[in-house]
């Protein structure tokens, strides 16, 4: 029987790290989540996972709790949204999760985004074998980045990423992996009102729009509307948003009701 890699992933920030195996290895298989239903037609959408499948010809399943692959060698899984029960761990070869923090810091699923809210000068990223418990099992391989004072979340996936890409060849999944040590912390699922700015100080919701601009955007209410901040600017301008410790200039917006925008032409356009 021939005998493949397994990755698992759901969503755009798995891509990276699908695409370094399938760059490295053609023998692999994918587990996916199905298409959702969105918008006002109910229309199904793929995840990106899956239209990076079919785009690139490689056989992929639907997840099932109580699937057995009996064809795969291991698996590696990234931005994965299902969490895998004890039976099926039980019930397949073991599974290395690609984790972005230097476990056991920040444990959870929203690690790069506490980064940033936390102010840490440095992360990295953490391959470890996934048992029972949340991000607690054996680490395989580790390797730490530094965080830049002006880091975006997205600046921070691209660089974790290409980490993993440039050190893929030398993590050996086959090692026993080492426990994890120190004290951990932990991180939480983000909900629409921690993406919210309106009563928060200058330099936290500075820390809000970097750490929110993949899972948000941040947004705040400017003139009785929804302002969504994609990004600011350290140049001052003549157009901004007032706080008490300062001015605010938003550069990338998307005001409510209308496209994305670059923050003085929506200024211009409501004048």
Request: net charge positive.
């Amino acid at each position: 029987m021939t005998k493949y890699k397994y990755f698992f992933g759901s969503d755009s920030r798995s891509i990276p790290y699908l695409e370094t195996i399938f760059n490295n290895d053609k023998n692999i298989k994918v587990v996916t989540t199905p298409p959702i239903q969105k918008g006002r037609g109910k229309k199904f959408i793929l995840n990106a996972v899956e239209e990076y499948c079919i785009n690139n010809e490689i056989e992929f399943f639907y997840y099932k709790s109580n699937d057995k692959y009996n064809d795969m060698v291991f698996g590696i899984s990234a931005s994965f949204s299902k969490i895998f029960n004890p039976n099926f761990l039980k019930n397949n070869n073991k599974i290395y999760n690609i984790h972005l923090s230097l476990l056991p810091e920040l444990r959870g699923p929203s690690p790069v985004e506490f980064t940033i809210l936390n102010n840490f000068s440095t992360t990295g990223i953490t391959v470890f074998e996934v048992n029972e418990s949340i991000d607690t099992g054996k680490i395989v391989y580790q390797e730490q980045i530094h965080v830049g004072s002006n880091d975006y979340a997205s600046d921070l996936y691209k660089k974790l990423s290409q980490v993993f890409n440039k050190s893929y060849n030398l993590i050996d999944f086959n090692s026993d992996g080492t426990k994890q040590t120190g004290t951990g912390s932990l991180t939480s699922k983000l909900s629409k009102s921690d993406l919210c700015i309106v009563n928060d100080n200058l330099s936290k919701s500075k820390l809000k729009i970097r750490a929110f601009n993949v899972l948000g955007p941040a947004y705040t209410i400017y003139r009785d509307k929804i302002l969504k901040i994609h990004s600011y600017s350290n140049v001052e301008d003549s157009e901004g948003i007032m706080f008490e410790e300062g001015v605010l200039y938003p550069e990338y917006v998307t005001p409510e009701g209308k496209n994305k925008m670059l923050f003085p032409d929506y200024i211009r356009g409501i004048k």
